[in-house]
């Protein structure tokens, strides 16, 4: 399955609309489990910095205050024990997204370019590869890949959308196939925070990577971990050569966060405690779902982190996708995530108390 084709696929959630409008005409209203998007507040001392930080008349800076680049080190080291950075490894971006689809082009990629992305993976690895016309090749085993050299190499743990959580060893195996052939290896580790039955373990820990950073991305963001996905608040931190190559072309392209999120990043980023009181909350959700979606005949695989349950009746997506609208309850089709995956649904965490309990009564009539 390869790719040679700036053109873009239609935005998937289109195709979900049928199904809303049946999960909204439920008489207690939709559950929607569709879209990983926050519910919760945004902590206190985020919004407190953003606006007293909200008088910036001046252009904030592509490279981010000395304030954010010692908190994002800081966080780094703290909280993953990784190789010691220095201001050159990290850099803020205007949500991580936005730098999934863009590193390609920052990277200088194309039509000669081979990228590999995971099997089931989130779309937007793909949509930057078409976006400079460079081939595809979905892979998540280093040993079975059966092609030339690829410039740069996605991968994601926890996972989006089915949770799987690498190990130490899948890590290292990824470094080494990347330096033994020159291939930036970029790991998005967003859902890190968000590790259930496994331990997520970071790119940039010298378990993994022998003490160098060198080839070496890694992509975090405030999106979740911190209830901040309106802010559009990430980073990226690892190889300093690679990072101050980016950080150079993303000051042509005006790639500047705004100043009052980089206060609130900074405020954030010092804070683990609401951290560990939202992951107490997902996890008081996942404990009820689970058991739900299991009595209605759904088999949950992986889901060892990030905030998605990956479930499967053994039948066409879009037959599980309908059933559960019939209920009320909004899911994400397989389908969205790869020819892989056409029999899972991604079932998220992400709905207040009141919805999670509405839909595991509806699945356990």
């Given at each position: 399955?390869?790719?040679?084709?700036?053109?873009?696929?239609?935005?998937?959630?289109?195709?979900?609309?049928?199904?809303?409008?049946?999960?909204?005409?439920?008489?207690?209203?939709?559950?929607?489990?569709?879209?990983?998007?926050?519910?919760?507040?945004?902590?206190?001392?985020?919004?407190?910095?953003?606006?007293?930080?909200?008088?910036?008349?001046?252009?904030?800076?592509v490279w981010g205050t000395p304030e954010l680049r010692a908190a994002i080190r800081g966080y780094l080291t703290k909280r993953w024990g990784g190789v010691e950075l220095t201001d050159d490894s990290v850099l803020p971006v205007i949500g991580t997204k936005e730098f999934v689809a863009q590193l390609p082009f920052l990277l200088g990629l194309g039509e000669d370019d081979l990228v590999v992305i995971p099997e089931i993976a989130y779309p937007t690895y793909e949509v930057g590869a078409r976006l400079v016309e460079t081939w595809v090749y979905p892979c998540d085993d280093p040993n079975r890949i059966v092609?030339?050299?690829?410039?740069?190499?996605?991968?994601?743990?926890?996972?989006?959308?089915?949770?799987?959580?690498m190990s130490p060893e899948q890590l290292a195996d990824w470094v080494r196939y990347c330096r033994e052939r020159g291939s930036v290896l970029a790991a998005d580790e967003c859902y890190g925070e968000f590790g259930w039955t496994a331990e997520p373990v970071s790119?940039?820990?010298?378990?993994?990577?022998?003490?160098?950073?060198?080839?070496?991305?890694?992509?975090?963001?405030?999106?979740?971990?911190?209830?901040?996905?309106?802010?559009?608040?990430?980073?990226?931190?690892?190889?300093?050569?690679?990072?101050?190559?980016?950080?150079?072309?993303?000051?042509?392209?005006?790639?500047?966060?705004?100043?009052?999120?980089?206060?609130a990043m900074t405020a954030l980023l010092g804070d683990q405690q609401h951290v560990i009181e939202q992951r107490e909350r997902y996890l008081r959700r996942r404990e009820a779902l689970r058991p739900a979606l299991e009595a209605a005949g759904f088999r949950i695989e992986h889901s060892e982190g990030s905030l998605y349950l990956w479930c499967t009746r053994d039948e066409?997506?879009?037959?599980?996708?309908?059933?559960?609208?019939?209920?009320?309850?909004?899911v994400a089709p397989g389908d969205f995530y790869g020819?892989?995956?056409?029999?899972?649904?991604?079932?998220?965490?992400?709905?207040?108390?009141?919805?999670?309990?509405?839909?595991?009564?509806?699945l356990t009539f």
């Open positions: 399955m390869s790719v040679h084709d700036r053109s873009l696929p239609d935005f998937p959630w289109n195709t979900l609309a049928g199904a809303k409008q049946r999960a909204h005409q439920h008489p207690d209203g939709i559950v929607d489990l569709s879209v990983g998007t926050p519910v919760d507040p945004t902590p206190e001392l985020g919004q407190r910095a953003l606006i007293e930080a909200a008088n910036a008349p001046g252009y904030p800076t092609a030339e050299n690829p410039a740069l190499v996605w991968i994601n743990s926890p996972a989006n959308p089915h949770g799987s959580i790119i940039l820990h010298p378990s993994v990577n022998g003490g160098s950073l060198e080839g070496l991305l890694a992509l975090h963001a405030l999106s979740k971990r911190s209830n901040a996905a309106g802010y559009r608040a990430g980073f990226v931190a690892g190889d300093p050569d690679l990072v101050s190559d980016l950080r150079e072309v993303r000051k042509h392209a005006g790639g500047m966060v705004p100043a009052p999120v980089q206060a066409p997506c879009r037959d599980s996708v309908d059933w559960l609208a019939e209920h009320g309850i909004l020819a892989f995956s056409d029999q899972h649904v991604r079932v998220a965490l992400t709905a207040t108390d009141e919805r999670i309990a509405a839909a595991v009564a509806r």
